[in-house]
């Protein structure tokens, strides 16, 4: 049932897009590196506060992938790459991520919904594929965490199921086109 | 066993491979005019005439009414026009939309063969209002292109992957397929696998979408396939939520196994390109079950306008 895969060195292909990223999408890229820094610290932190119960190490390997992350992004922009968390986002989300696992799950899909808000804006900025592509195999990441948090809160998939399949109505930190 | 209605599903079955028939049709057409019956008399005559045949009578028989002076064996077949089909951002609407269409058969099948029941019912159905509003979420950017929506399902993605399916849940019984042992089992790991590559079908789309809106627009619904996968991978592996598999963390987090479940609510960090392998059916008499590898549109799965001009 093998198939041949869609490539973009395909002549098929009519146009072609930049593959590097452009001078603004590094500006871009480094704002997304940032913010996924941001969440891996914030994981983190809840796991180091005792966050988590049965399910603690769902939320370490949530910080490996935010890390994973940034650094994808890291090796995409090379000495563009910040490297460095946003403070001021850190500071706004960190006291829901404490010990309490509910809470802290609802702090959490609230986070993996911005970043999936964030990323879709960006690929709707950003002009190179390279950076197109590895933003939204990252929101594919991001979206299915929404779920998971969802059920780390003790959610049901049933009667809560606009909390797994919904994207809230979060603030972007995309720049507005 | 569930009691479901397994003829209601075959009776969807046949009513897609009539479709994709019509459709194929299309593509038979453009393969025809290759002179196969000439090639075959020809034989014959080798056959019938046993190995007597001297080169220069082959040489004889086989000359047109021009000489070149160079002498050749058999007539090459007329060639046929390769039609031209471009990957443009239609094309790409139009496929996308035909997934969805996909997605729609099968849990409009599995609902009216009353396979889910409760709760998973109510998730199935919820997902199918969700495809039919991608479905027309995509057809209407195709035609905001200039472009006709498709408004079937993928006619390879529904013979090569989705009637084989639910074939192993249903049966067979005139070619030995048995039906299988758990409905409800194989219709919700069939989902998981179906969401999962409709997610990454999207994913695949963003780096070969010319039009930077459109990118954003597809993950849109990118988003909401991937979420449906993590919905039904929490209900089926609600004890792990995300796989540590490939991952660097300590080892009192990994898993006690090196082999993964077959569905999470978070499989791996990063969208995957991968094919995503469901197991269905009944076990043999060695009892292993079927495993049919799902992947993402290739370029001879993609619904090109020009199929639309042949049909």
Known sequence: MSTTPVTKNSDKFATT????????????????????????????????????????????????????????????????????????????????????????????????????????????????????????????????????????????????????????????????? | MNDFNRDELRRALRGTADHR???????????????????????????????????AALVAACGGSESTGIARLGDAPTPNELVEADVTDIALLRTATSLEYNAIFVYEAAASAGVLTGDTAEIAKRFLDDHRAHAAATASLTESLGGKAYTQPNPRLQSIYIEPALTL??????????????????????????????GATYQAYVPLLDDKSLRAAAMGIGDQEARHAALLGVVLNPDRLVSSMGLSIAAEYQEDTDTPAAAYASPSAFGTQAPVPVTLGAANESGIRTTVNLETPSLNSMVYEYLDAEG
């Open chain 1, 17 to 177: 897009p930049p593959r590097r990223p452009t001078s603004a999408d590094i500006e871009l890229l480094a704002l997304a590196q940032s913010a996924e820094l941001t969440a891996r610290d914030l994981y983190e932190q809840a796991v180091a506060a005792g966050a988590g119960g049965d399910h603690v190490a769902s939320l370490v390997a949530v910080a490996a992938h935010h890390d994973a992350y940034a650094q994808s992004l890291s090796a995409l922009l090379g000495t563009d790459a910040p490297q460095v968390r946003n403070d001021a986002l850190f500071s706004s989300l960190q006291s829901g991520f404490g010990s309490d696992t509910e809470s802290m799950a609802l702090a959490a899909h609230e986070l993996e919904n911005t970043l999936v808000v964030t990323h879709t804006d960006l690929l709707g900025l950003l002009e190179g594929t390279e950076g197109a592509a590895l933003v939204a195999s990252i929101l594919i990441g991001e979206s299915r965490h929404c779920a998971a948090m969802a059920a780390l809160a003790g959610k049901s998939p049933v009667s809560d199921i606009d909390l797994f399949l919904t994207t809230s109505d979060v603030a972007s930190l995309a720049p507005q086109a």
């Open chain 2, 21 to 55: 028939n019509d459709t194929f049709g299309s593509i038979v057409e453009a393969t025809r005019g290759l002179n196969f019956a000439r090639s075959l008399s020809r034989r014959r005559f080798f056959v019938a005439g046993g190995a007597t045949v001297s080169f």
């Open chain 2, 169 to 198: 849940i249903v049966g067979d019984e005139a070619n030995g397929v048995p039906a299988t042992d758990d409905p409800v089992a194989d219709v919700l790991a069939l989902a998981y696998a179906l969401e999962t590559i409709a």
